[in-house]
């Protein structure tokens, strides 16, 4: 067994593993993103009319929509397929309407849901480990260990130009520590089952891929430590792929 997965067990099987776990996946209350009042109020009128089509497109404007349906992305991008659509407005109408007005309200100003900041929340939490986080000129000519700043995409594109690395979607973390370069994602896997799976597959997929001169890394913290759950659980045991818990970023590093 990889010593990394070995300690990462440990660390996940102790006490206080998710007191320390928060300092880096913060799970903020976050506040309700309220309705203009007069968009709120026609909101209502066409509610207690039933124009579903006027409904619908009041709807949009709001940040978030009322009811998860995999068709409303498409009818943001496409406003007029309201109206060359008929079946699925009637659908979603009809969703919208079993609500009740109050329900839809409530709906239509709900939180940002926490786990879609995680991302950010990991990268906010990268200068606590004490190393330079550098733009892309600084940190190409600097010595010692350094971070890349930047979002997804640029450490992608860094990846990729810099270091010939082949990636299909963005990554969460790029260090070097004087000539060694290391690529990671990062991943708090909340629910257990086929979250817990697919993590795993894309994590070890992403670090078998030897592409570039870059070492690569998956942090993983949650339910995929815990010897409850047998089948996932024997995947990473027999594995000797560098997956770990985010918590011990700081001694891998120091340990390169």
Do not use: H
């Not at 990394?4 to 007191?19: C, M, Q």
């Not at 239509?108 to 906010?124: C, I, M, V, Y």
């Not at 010939?164 to 520590?177: A, E, H, Q, Y």
């Amino acid at each position: 067994m990889n010593k990394w997965i070995k300690k990462s067990i440990e660390i996940a099987n102790a006490p206080g593993y998710l007191d320390k776990l928060n300092k880096i996946y913060v799970m903020n209350v976050n506040p309700e993103r309220p309705l203009d009042k007069d968009l709120e109020q026609s909101i209502q009128k066409a509610f207690k009319d039933k124009k579903t089509k006027k409904l619908i497109k009041l709807l949009l404007e709001a940040e978030v929509f009322p009811v998860k349906d995999s068709y409303i992305g498409f009818i943001r991008a496409k406003e007029e397929a309201i109206d060359q659509n008929p079946e699925t407005i009637k659908r979603i109408g009809e969703r919208l309407y079993g609500l009740g007005i109050e329900r839809l309200l409530q709906e239509a100003t709900r939180p940002k849901e926490t786990n879609r900041q995680l991302g950010s929340a990991f990268r906010q939490w990268l200068p606590s480990l004490g190393y330079p986080i550098l733009e892309k000129d600084e940190f190409t000519k600097a010595k010692g260990i350094v971070f890349l700043k930047g979002s997804d995409n640029v450490l992608k594109d860094y990846a990729k130009k810099s270091l010939g690395c082949k990636l299909s979607k963005g990554i969460d973390v790029l260090f070097k520590k004087d000539d060694i370069y290391v690529i990671g994602e990062a991943k708090f896997l909340t629910t257990p089952g086929g979250e817990q799976d697919r993590g795993f597959d894309d994590a070890s997929k992403f670090i078998n891929s030897k592409s570039g001169t870059a070492k690569r890394i998956a942090l993983i913290d949650g339910y995929i430590w815990l010897e409850s759950n047998k089948g996932i659980y024997n995947k990473i045991i027999k594995s000797n792929l560098d997956i770990f818990s985010a918590l011990l970023l700081k001694e891998f590093i120091e340990a390169l």
